[in-house]
């Protein structure tokens, strides 16, 4: 009888290679049609590879992603929004089946489309009426469980720069509107908005580039925390960029020469120091992404960018600044685009653990749209790791890859708490208590993850990789 071997992985300070470059291809490119906007990457179909929903030619189309350079040929999705150009478009699960919807609400006509995931890139259009005249210009769309009844809520801002809630029924529909009382959400923040738990008491906030709107839970935010920073804001992300374990706000913006300003926070929630990377001259950067391009567990940027030297010269391009851990980035890697860029998005979209670019580009002729696209580019870096052993009696785990249990050897008494992030740095599960030599992550979907382990005599840093 063959002995059986179990393979035995120890956890180490995993390192990025100093010398390791970060590569990306040449573009690839898909043409959609003559438009190309509201560009949303996420997986609809729950086969673990990345797919893009566009608005394109005034339809809805989804392109499923096979893990490869090029996806597969769009599926026109039923809506009933007129003005898809311009109009608002979220995704999450609003009738609480475990998949992915669309929500989608007409600019002109105060049409709020719903379409209903089937988990397999199935959908079913429902369409509900807004009731007042001031949701018909809606600029952003978040949908998220805001007055914590289990049923995910819709919360739109509008061009008159006010926010509008709409809370959800759980079955697909919601309920009338309300437009939100908050000085903060009422005082010009316009179309860019973040939504998630900024203080960590359990109910989602609404963060704009003039500051933060706390939730209390119920669907209303009481308070809010004023944020100066003195500038016109294109996009925005927020996350913690300096790792000191807050979350920090970089912010694209315009003027005579656009900059790139990342505004550090501190354990309050204000906004300490700032640095700022200006553009060339005439060059604006619009679109702003976060995600860990080199895997070395660091936070960075990338931006799309329009250039008009107003002498007949207009070029486009996608920056990428490599963040050192410490709140300041390298010098950009410069990545040509040829068309203007509309939105910008990261994801693993080859299922290679790397994270790639992808945006959807408009070209315009006198003001007219003529050809829209899908550009990729893909991560083509080496990612060595120089790895350093910590205490290898204490800890392993195994397998890895794996298909959902994962198993270490050590004292778990001596570990404090577990926490596992994904490749754009968000915290994707964290255990804090009842730790046994068995750990459970079938809920994972299959990608790379950070796994870090929080002990008595330090911290040990994993990347793991999940295969069903």
């Given at each position: 009888?063959?002995?059986?071997?179990?393979?035995?992985?120890?956890?180490?300070?995993?390192?990025?290679?100093?010398?390791?470059?970060?590569?990306?291809?040449l573009?690839?490119k898909?043409?959609?049609?003559?438009?190309?906007?509201?560009?949303?990457?996420?997986?609809?179909?729950?086969?673990?590879?990345?797919?893009f929903?566009?608005?394109?030619?005034?339809?809805?189309?989804?392109?499923?992603?096979?893990?490869?350079?090029?996806?597969?040929?769009?599926?026109?999705?039923?809506?009933s929004?007129i003005?898809?150009?311009s109009?608002?478009?979220?995704?999450?699960?609003?009738?609480?089946?475990g998949?992915?919807?669309?929500?989608?609400?007409?600019?002109?006509?105060?049409?709020?489309?719903?379409?209903?995931?089937?988990?397999?890139?199935?959908?079913v259009?429902?369409?509900?009426?807004?009731?007042?005249?001031?949701?018909?210009?809606?600029?952003g769309?978040?949908c998220?469980?805001?007055?914590?009844?289990?049923?995910?809520?819709?919360?739109?801002?509008?061009?008159?720069?006010?926010?509008?809630?709409?809370?959800?029924i759980?079955?697909?529909?919601?309920?009338?509107?309300?437009?939100?009382?908050?000085?903060?959400?009422?005082?010009?923040?316009?179309?860019?908005?973040?939504?998630?738990?900024?203080?960590?008491?359990?109910?989602?906030?609404?963060?704009?580039?003039?500051?933060?709107?706390?939730?209390?839970?119920?669907?209303?935010?009481?308070?809010?925390?004023?944020?100066?920073?003195?500038?016109?804001?294109?996009?925005?992300?927020?996350?913690?960029?300096?790792?000191?374990?807050?979350?920090?706000?970089?912010?694209?913006?315009?003027?005579?020469?656009?900059?790139?300003?990342?505004?550090?926070?501190?354990?309050?929630?204000?906004?300490?120091?700032?640095?700022?990377?200006?553009?060339?001259?005439?060059?604006?950067?619009?679109g702003?992404?976060?995600?860990?391009?080199?895997?070395?567990?660091?936070?960075?940027?990338?931006?799309?960018?329009?250039?008009?030297?107003?002498?007949?010269?207009?070029?486009?391009?996608?920056?990428?600044?490599?963040?050192?851990?410490?709140?300041?980035?390298?010098?950009?890697?410069?990545?040509?685009l040829?068309?203007?860029?509309?939105?910008?998005?990261?994801?693993?979209?080859?299922?290679?653990?790397?994270?790639?670019?992808?945006?959807?580009?408009?070209t315009?002729?006198?003001?007219?749209?003529?050809?829209?696209?899908?550009?990729?580019f893909?991560?083509?870096?080496?990612?060595?790791?120089?790895?350093?052993?910590?205490?290898?009696?204490?800890?392993?785990i195994?397998?890895?890859?794996?298909?959902?249990?994962?198993?270490?050897?050590?004292?778990?008494?001596?570990?404090?708490?577990?926490?596992?992030?994904?490749?754009?740095?968000?915290?994707?599960?964290?255990?804090?208590?009842?730790?046994?030599?068995?750990i459970?992550?079938?809920?994972l979907?299959d990608?790379?993850?950070?796994?870090?382990?929080?002990?008595a005599s330090?911290t040990?840093?994993?990347?793991?990789?999940?295969?069903?």
């Open positions: 009888m063959k002995k059986k071997h179990s393979l035995k992985l120890f956890f180490f300070f995993i390192v990025a290679n100093i010398n390791a470059q970060v590569t990306f291809s573009p690839v898909t043409i959609t049609g003559t438009t190309a906007r509201e560009l949303i990457v996420a997986d609809f179909n729950n086969d673990g590879k990345q797919d929903i566009i608005c394109a030619d005034n339809t809805l189309k989804l392109y499923l992603g096979n893990g490869t350079y090029t996806p597969t040929t769009p599926i026109t999705l039923p809506t929004a003005y898809l150009a109009s608002a478009l979220a995704i999450g699960d609003v009738n609480n089946d998949n992915l919807d669309i929500i989608i609400h007409d600019r002109n006509f105060g049409v709020l489309d719903t379409l209903i995931g089937n988990g397999q890139a199935g959908f259009l429902l369409t509900q009426s807004t009731l007042t005249s001031e949701f018909h210009s809606p600029s769309i978040k998220l469980d805001f007055n914590n009844d289990g049923n995910s809520d819709i919360l739109i801002s509008t061009q008159g720069s006010y926010f509008r809630i709409s809370f959800g759980g079955d697909g529909t919601f309920q009338n509107s309300i437009n939100l009382v908050n000085p903060l959400l009422n005082s010009g923040t316009g179309a860019n908005f973040m939504v998630e738990d900024c203080n960590d008491d359990g109910n989602i906030d609404v963060v704009t580039v003039n500051g933060i709107a706390y939730g209390n839970g119920l669907g209303s935010f009481s308070n809010s925390l004023s944020i100066n920073t003195s500038t016109f804001s294109n996009d925005f992300v927020r996350d913690d960029f300096n790792n000191d374990g807050f979350k920090d706000l970089a912010i694209s913006s315009n003027g005579v020469t656009g900059n790139l300003t990342l505004y550090l926070s501190n354990y309050s929630g204000d906004l300490v120091s700032s640095t700022s990377i200006n553009y060339d001259v005439n060059t604006i950067p619009e702003i992404a976060k995600g860990d391009f080199n895997n070395d567990g660091i936070l960075d940027i990338a931006t799309c960018n329009y250039t008009n030297d107003y002498n007949g010269t207009i070029n486009y391009s996608v920056s990428v600044y490599i963040g050192s851990g410490s709140g300041n980035f390298n010098n950009p890697i410069q990545l040509p040829d068309a203007y860029p509309i939105n910008i998005a990261i994801s693993d979209l080859n299922s290679d653990g790397k994270l790639d670019i992808v945006v959807a580009t408009t315009f002729q006198s003001a007219i749209p003529t050809v829209g696209k899908l550009v990729r893909f991560n083509t870096s080496d990612l060595s790791y120089s790895q350093f052993s910590q205490n290898e009696n204490k800890f392993s195994y397998p890895n890859p794996s298909s959902g249990i994962v198993q270490f050897t050590g004292d778990e008494s001596l570990v404090k708490q577990i926490k596992i992030y994904d490749n754009l740095g968000r915290l994707i599960k964290q255990i804090n208590e009842r730790i046994s030599k068995n459970n992550l079938n809920d979907i990608g790379s993850y950070f796994v870090k382990i929080e002990t330090g040990f840093n994993q990347k793991l990789i999940i295969k069903k």
